[in-house]
């Protein structure tokens, strides 16, 4: 189970970078926190990792409501953002990204992974489990890198926080840390939610 | 029975519901105004208590975080009780109530985990705030929402080493790595040298009353968190790096704001750069730590206080009516908004540290200080805080022209009077503590000697 955890958790952190439609990329997130969860539930008490993915759900579901209710029109991609208001839109700051440029950054950020995995080991985690932990934080911050966007970047910034939950959470497993941390998550999701509904409300207003 | 501090915890976040009903009539901002005053007032006056347990983790409230949390509440009294009558967001009294409550729980934990978690909710829940409704600032809030985020890690990560050092010595080895991993999370949330962006950004982005809000309150519990750290934690004053990294950190800082501020055409932009020079200032007294060191610390965060909300009231007050912040519209404002104005300058004195405004002290002291350790640095720091002064006399040169070209014609506006009478008040009170400094400075030396702070 541990190992299809991991395998699923690498998948969906290669979609979450290479795919440009919001609701696939949230569906991997979805992916991705049942993935998590699997893997704690076989290193933690199950319901610390009931309590994970419940959160994950959570997470996803708030996102879709607020990008479906803020005007993200359903078949628009990432690649070119519109609004189904007044078809305005707004443009990536980064337009260069296409999919042969994510599918190298990819390749990067998996070299890095082995190479943190081996020469950098995380203190007390297993070294599977060690190598999802530094995939999930860096896929997560490489989209960080790649765009400012609410939507866009918001699962990768859930996607970087939840690489170190893992980490984190085979560490200590205390309730109330759990319990925050999971506070932490919905907290930081309406939040994301918050600026996807006000940029989706006003497509052309933004300045970077 | 409730123990007596939880109420500075109770008190905001459970007033935060009925301020959020009725956030859109004045009687909300006043209600938010009178709830902080009552928990300034409760942080000042409660005694000294014994650790209390909450959910199995230790609380404590001692003099510092007594000091602190009475400033920071009594600092953003005056901003909810003026900012209600200026441009906000809607959402700013409740949610300035809450993040006051979860700094509260910050300040008094004695669990690092349990402070860095809930600074981040507090950052997490000023988010819409600091957006302010307005279309073009969602890139500063999510800007100051990603940067306050991936601080947790380090934090968390570095409690972990702190914890499993006190259970077990064998991880004394492990220090070094946890003494990395909070500069790094204390260089994001401080917001100095080289993450200043994330507090200069929201700054420029938000209303000026929130982004002065967030100004105030992250960077002064994170100098609470770290003094509380520096105290408890010999072992991170022992690394040797500490202070160098605190002094380069405010140097550069003080560097920063003084030079940038100076090329910033926007008077909400050149807020945050005023800021980031007091927190330069801030740093560098506590890592010289002379023979006034914790002096100048603790009367500084008063008075960095009392000078970034005037300027954050009197900047919102003077863009009220032309909307844009840029300073080229702001042609012939002065004239029309006076009091707005002498006020801004006031402020802005204040946080240079200018002879007659209330930073003056603590400024001089701690120019002392470092003139003693290097009388270059000195001179540095006098000359960025002259580009503070030189960037908001320009500022005070165009407010003061006539807006339309030779034309003298001052056209009335409707005055703001509750942000003129607060502005009134608090220019009175910086000129006073400029005059007659007594006052801070007793009051900080007295906490010098309840909390001293721990040497390097």
């Known amino acids: 189970m541990r190992e299809i955890g991991i395998i699923v958790s690498l998948i969906t952190g290669a979609l979450i970078l290479l795919v440009r439609d ?56 990432l690649d070119a953002p519109r609004f189904s208001g007044d078809g305005a839109g707004i443009r990536d700051p980064l337009p260069w990204t296409g999919l042969a440029f994510r599918a190298l950054t990819l390749c990067l950020v998996f070299i890095l992974t082995t190479v943190f995995t081996r020469d950098y080991p995380l203190p007390e985690i297993p070294p599977e489990i060690g190598l999802t932990c530094y995939w999930l934080m860096l896929i997560g911050l490489v989209i960080l890198m790649l765009t400012g966007q609410p939507l866009l970047a918001g699962p990768g910034l859930l996607t970087a926080l939840t690489g170190f939950e893992l980490l984190y959470t085979l560490l200590e497993s205390s309730l109330v840390i759990v319990f925050l941390l999971a506070a932490v998550n919905l907290l930081l ?11 989706g409300r006003n497509p052309s207003g933004e300045r970077s | 029975m409730i123990d007596p501090p939880l109420w500075l915890i109770i008190l905001p976040l459970g007033a935060a519901i009925p ?23 409760l942080a000042a006056i409660f005694p000294p208590t014994n650790p209390l347990q909450l959910m199995g983790r230790v609380l404590l409230l001692d003099p510092l975080t007594q000091y602190t949390l009475a400033i920071y ?64 600032s969602v890139q500063g809030a999510w800007r100051f929402l990603v940067a306050m985020s991936l601080a947790l890690p380090f934090f968390l990560l570095a409690a972990w080493h702190i914890d499993a050092y006190r259970a077990d010595v064998a991880y004394a080895a492990s220090l070094s790595q946890a003494a990395t991993l909070l500069a790094v999370g204390f260089g994001m949330w401080l917001a100095a040298f080289p993450m200043y962006g994330v507090l200069t950004t929201s700054g420029d982005f938000s209303s000026s009353v929130s982004g002065t809000l967030v100004l105030i309150g992250f960077p002064m519990m994170a100098l609470t968190l770290l ?5 408890e934690a010999t072992w991170f004053g022992w690394w040797e790096q500490t202070a160098r990294m605190l002094l380069l950190a405010g140097l550069a800082s003080v560097i920063l704001g003084g030079l940038l501020i100076l090329i910033q055409r926007a008077l909400r932009a050149m807020l945050g750069y005023a800021a980031l020079f007091d927190l330069g200032c801030l740093l560098i007294a506590l890592s010289v730590q002379g023979a006034h060191g914790a002096l100048v610390l603790y009367a500084s965060l008063a008075t960095r206080a009392l000078g970034l909300t005037l300027l954050g009231i009197a900047t919102e007050t003077l863009l009220e009516k032309p909307g844009e912040d840029s300073l080229t519209s702001l042609r012939g404002v002065g004239r029309r908004q006076p009091l707005a104005t002498v006020a801004l300058m006031i402020g802005s004195f204040t946080l240079a540290g200018t002879p007659l405004a209330a930073g003056f002290a603590g400024r001089w002291l701690m120019l002392r200080d470092l003139a003693q350790l290097n009388e270059q640095w000195a001179w540095l720091v006098v000359l960025a805080g002259l580009g503070v002064v030189i960037a ?19 056209r009335p506006i409707a005055i703001l009077w509750i942000p003129s009478v607060v502005l009134l008040i608090l220019s009175l009170a910086s000129i006073a503590l400029g005059v007659f400094p007594n006052p801070i400075l007793h009051v900080a030396s007295m906490l010098v000697i309840l909390y001293p702070l721990p040497q390097f």
Request: aromatic share 10%.
């Open chain 1, 22 to 77: 919001w609701r696939m990329v949230l569906l991997a997130l979805l992916g991705q926190y049942v993935a998590v969860g699997l893997i704690l539930s076989q290193v933690t008490p199950p319901e610390i990792a009931l309590i994970k993915m419940l959160v994950g759900a959570f997470v996803c579901l708030m996102l879709y409501l607020a990008a479906r209710h803020s005007g993200w029109s359903a078949p628009a991609g």
């Open chain 2, 227 to 231: 003094t509380h750290l520096l105290a």
């Open chain 2, 392 to 410: 908001y006399l320009r500022t005070l040169f165009v407010l003061a022209r006539p807006d339309e070209a030779g034309s003298r014609v001052l």
């Open chain 1, 189 to 199: 999701t309406a939040s994301i939610s918050y600026l996807v509904a006000v940029q």
């Open chain 2, 73 to 136: 509440f009594i600092a953003s009294a005056w901003l909810y009780i003026a900012g209600h009558s200026l441009r906000v967001g809607r959402n700013f009294l409740p949610l300035g109530l809450c993040m006051s409550g979860l700094f509260a729980i910050a300040a008094m934990s004695r669990h690092l985990a349990i402070s860095s978690l809930a600074m981040t909710l507090a950052a997490i829940t000023i988010v819409p705030a600091v957006q302010d409704d307005r279309s073009d």
């Open chain 2, 19 to 41: 301020v959020y009903l009725l956030r859109d009539w004045q009687f909300g901002g006043h209600l938010a105004a009178l709830v902080s005053v009552f928990a300034g007032i």
